[in-house]
């Protein structure tokens, strides 16, 4: 009977945090940090398809090539890495081809707001890195 009374307890702690947008444990983002997340990575890739002519251009320095990319979509979670850094990743297409792209963004934490601080290609048409 106690076993029941704390998986409910749990239960409708999660409940609640995910109702109101408010983290169950320290390292998780509410929804409105997600959002703000979710909003600094796009701005970062808009910012720079602006200044190449439409692409999202990323070195990958273990192909010794420059890939221009169109963005496709952004993953819905993020991962954390330290207090203030975490990771999103993102689907993009070779601009004229065939090959898909997984891209990290590391973000970091600064004061109310976010800032894109690296970018890494996570895996190239499927096999990860």
């Known amino acids: 009977m106690k076993q029941r009374h704390v998986t409910v307890v749990v239960t409708l702690v999660l409940a609640a945090s995910w109702l109101t947008g408010v983290p ?3 390292g998780e983002l509410t929804q409105a940090e997600m959002k703000g997340l979710r909003q600094a990575v796009r701005a970062h890739v808009q910012e720079q398809r602006e200044e190449e002519d439409g692409a999202f251009v990323i070195r990958d320095e273990k192909l010794d090539k ?3 990319l169109k963005f496709i979509r952004l993953h819905d979670e993020a991962r954390q890495l330290s207090e203030k850094a975490y990771s999103v990743c993102a689907d993009f297409k070779e601009e004229e081809g065939r090959t898909k792209l997984d891209v990290d963004f590391l973000v970091n934490r600064s004061g ?5 601080r690296q970018t890494v290609i996570h895996s190239v048409g ?4």
Do not use: I, N
């Open 126 to 129: 499927g096999k990860s890195r």
């Open 66 to 68: 420059e890939w221009r």
């Open 24 to 26: 169950a444990s320290a």
């Open 112 to 116: 109310a707001g976010w800032s894109v």
